[in-house]
């Protein structure tokens, strides 16, 4: 995964998808495994493979919810200094 948000993301493949692919993505973010159905956006080649952008088909708003709560809870710790 190389980035993500309550709307999409971007992933690094080594061989694309084909654009407009609905496919079912799973994938923890820290003690929660979220799986969710995407629909895969178009490719860019990148220097070691392709990242290839895809967005959440008919996430339930409660799944959103959790991943939203997730992925804030991910920014705090990146941003908490360092003793």
């Known amino acids: ?15 694309p998808l084909d654009e407009k692919l609905h496919v ?3 994938f ?9 159905k995407v629909e ?3 490719p ?5 493979g392709w990242l290839q952008p895809f967005r959440f088909r008919d996430m339930p708003e409660a799944s959103k ?10 920014m705090q710790q990146t941003q908490e200094p360092t003793a």
Not at 3 to 14: A, C
Not at 28 to 36: F, P, Q, S
Not at 44 to 48: E, N, S, Y
Request: proline share 0%.
């Open 65 to 74: 919810n959790v991943l939203e709560t997730c992925l804030l809870s991910f």
């Open 28 to 36: 923890h973010l820290g003690e929660i495994t979220i799986r969710e």
């Open 44 to 48: 860019m080649w990148a220097t070691q």
């Open 1 to 15: 995964m190389h980035q993500l948000s309550t709307s999409g993301g971007l992933i690094n493949l080594e061989q």
């Open 40 to 42: 895969m956006l178009f």
């Open 24 to 26: 079912e993505l799973i």
